[in-house]
């Protein structure tokens, strides 16, 4: 079956240090990829896919690439704020099934 | 275009008792999902529901229950309501096709307690 896997949290980082949160993922067929966001007390808001392998997805200045060959999609970012704290999670949905397979989450807290 | 809303966006509820949570996709979505949240499991698929049928389900009981209708809104239902329950239901919709590029945008959940 499908799983995604995302690195252990949670994650403390100073602001404007570079930010990478490791996702890696099994499913049938190719998969799409994705990374949402969830601020507290809040729903999911999409940040950014991936549908084919190479692709880069990116927004808001973060980027994922989807790594075929690693199965992987890691999300990154150069310069973070403290407004993006937030729990982030990976999710992937494959073949004629639309139900998204998600990771565990990922606290991430940016200090000032 | 507004978004996805769920009402009500909090509810108690006691042991026992029924409860049904409100979903209405984006215009022009013809999919919507429903997905349980909680500390301990995680985010879990409950079902799609894509035209008025269900067209996925999730490995839930019996008591838990969907429906969409004719203008894509959908409600899903828990029956027999149990302490484990106790998360925060997520709807989803989407434009609902085959291709991979449909994404599937959130709501902001509905917090149900159950005491």
């Known amino acids: 079956g499908n799983s995604v896997t995302q690195m252990e949290g949670p994650v403390t980082l100073s602001e404007e240090a570079f930010l990478t949160i490791n996702c890696t993922y099994t499913?049938?067929?190719?998969?799409?990829l994705f990374w949402y966001v969830q601020y507290p007390g809040e729903g999911l808001q999409l940040l950014l896919k991936?549908?084919?392998?190479?692709d880069k997805g990116s927004n808001k200045g973060f980027e994922a690439t989807y790594r075929k060959e690693t199965t992987s999609f890691h999300l990154e970012k150069g310069s973070v704020q403290v407004s993006d704290s937030a729990v982030y999670f990976c999710?992937?949905?494959?073949?004629?099934?639309?139900?998204?397979?998600f990771g565990s989450g990922t606290q991430l807290t940016v200090l000032p | 275009k507004a978004g996805v809303t769920q009402t009500p966006r909090y509810l108690i509820k006691t042991r026992g008792q029924q409860v049904t949570l409100s979903c209405s996709p984006i215009s022009g979505h013809r999919s919507v999902s429903w997905y349980q949240q909680t500390p301990g499991q995680g985010l879990q698929f409950l079902f799609e529901y894509f035209s008025e049928t269900q067209r996925n389900k999730g490995n839930f009981p019996g008591r838990f229950s969907g429906r969409q209708f004719s203008n894509s809104r959908s409600e899903m239902n828990v029956s027999t309501l149990e302490l484990g329950d106790s998360a925060l239901y997520l709807c989803?919709?989407?434009?609902?096709?085959?291709?991979?590029?449909?994404?599937?945008?959130f709501g902001p959940g509905t917090r149900l307690t159950v005491l």
């Open positions: 989803a919709s989407s434009l609902g096709t085959s291709g991979k590029t449909d994404t599937q945008y």
């Open positions: 499913a049938t067929g190719y998969p799409s």
């Open positions: 999710a992937l949905s494959s073949g004629s099934a639309r139900q998204l397979t």
């Open positions: 991936a549908t084919k392998a190479d």
